[in-house]
């Protein structure tokens, strides 16, 4: 009997990656994060973004349409 495994689904994303779901650039993604309109942790050197806070943010900028 063959096993198969399934992807797993991320538990947290790169800003790069960020910039590639919302349509972005990653220069914007970048400026979005340090101003904290994208909630992110520090890991080292890098920013990662739970999908989540990219949830909140959609929530955020669409609340008043």
């Not at 220069?27 to 979005?32: E, I």
């Not at 080292?44 to 959609?58: A, H, M, Q, S, T």
Request: hydrophobic share 40%; proline share 5%.
């Amino acid at each position: 009997m063959t096993q198969t495994t399934l992807p797993l689904a991320p538990r947290w994303y790169t800003v790069k990656q960020v910039a590639e779901l919302l349509g972005f650039g990653e220069t914007k993604t970048k400026f979005l994060v340090l101003e904290g309109e994208i909630k992110s942790v520090k890991v080292g050197r890098n920013r990662r973004v739970l999908p989540e806070w990219v949830d909140e943010y959609i929530r955020n900028v669409t609340e008043g349409l």
